[in-house]
Nanobody, 120 residues
């Protein structure tokens, strides 16, 4: 059993910053890719950023230069530092992780989501 618990969402004015955190706990052998997705009302869920256990990072074009993803492997935690926020960044942000509980047991897990609202 694995859980992802997110924190750090909230309301911020345009141009402001927020940091999201997501901690994985439970039966964890290794964590492969960790990432953040978001879903705005009426839109599909989209990838925001992802980071591998080798520290390779990938960003959506819309957030490049403004968001930074990082991870603390000792704490099984991934972070998303969001700066220069825009109203169009408003969405529910979901943590995602590809986790192995053993050599042969590998699954993708989702957090419960955290609301980020950027006011203009």
């Amino acid at each position: 059993q694995v859980q992802l618990v997110e924190s750090g969402g909230g309301l911020v004015q345009a141009g402001g910053s927020l940091r999201l955190s997501c901690a994985a706990s439970g039966s964890i052998f290794s964590i492969n890719v960790m990432g953040w997705y978001r879903q705005a009302p009426g839109k599909l869920r989209e990838l925001v950023a992802a980071i591998t256990n080798g520290d390779s990072r990938n960003y959506a074009d819309s957030v490049k230069g403004r968001f930074t993803i990082s991870r603390d492997n000792a704490k099984n935690t991934v972070y998303l530092q969001m700066s220069s926020l825009k109203p169009e960044d408003t969405a529910v942000y979901y943590c995602n992780a590809d986790i192995s509980s053993s050599w042969s047991d590998r699954h993708t897990y989702w957090g419960q989501g955290t609301q980020v609202t950027v006011s203009s």
